[in-house]
């Protein structure tokens, strides 16, 4: 059935709405992109400090197998530094920190690591935010690596720092180079 009244054309959005709208969407966008992307950081973070558990894992396995020794080796964890091909502790050919792509380091001995009794030291290369390593209570924002040391567990450091981090069970501590 017709109406009587003639029906005008319907009005649309003008110009200056679809650009509000469009505006608030983009502004939208860019705080989930944000968020994702510190999301990203934290899931990589936490890639990373499993990994060293796994390295210091499997470090104490080699070492109760070996009466209390822990390898002589000092560079990138390798199957190599645990005997080779087969052996019963560490069975990837080499694992890489998810922020930076590069392998892990180990050295024998304290490393950088505050206490002088430590048996081995594990860092990545660095490149993680600074922000994401709240939960390792960095001390700043110069913070972009995460280190495992046998005495202390995980700790936040600055990458290529030979001193510094947090220690989890007792504070903040600084050395100088």
Not at 41 to 70: K, M, P, T
Not at 73 to 86: I, R, S
Not at 119 to 147: C, K, P, T
């Amino acid at each position: 059935m017709r109406s009587i009244h003639p029906v005008k054309g319907s009005r649309g959005f003008s110009l200056v709405e679809l650009l509000v709208v469009v505006a608030i969407i983009a502004i939208l966008a860019m705080i989930l992109f944000v968020l994702f992307a510190h999301e990203r950081d934290n899931a990589n973070v936490a890639s990373c400090e499993q990994n060293e558990r796994s390295i210091a894992f499997a470090l104490d396995s080699y070492s109760i197998d070996h009466f209390g020794q822990y390898p002589n080796y000092q560079g990138d964890v390798t199957v190599a530094m645990f005997g080779g091909p087969g052996n019963p502790y560490f069975t990837t050919g080499s694992l890489v920190d998810p922020a930076s792509g590069l392998p892990y380091q180990y050295t024998s001995g304290p490393g950088s690591c505050q206490d002088p009794n430590t048996e081995y030291q594990i860092v990545d290369q660095g490149g993680h935010s600074s922000i994401s390593l709240l939960a390792l209570l960095a001390n700043d924002d110069a913070e972009d690596s995460i280190a495992f040391c046998s005495t202390r567990g995980l700790y936040a450091m600055q990458s290529g720092n030979q001193g510094g981090g947090t220690d989890q069970k007792h504070g903040p501590t600084r050395t100088s180079p």
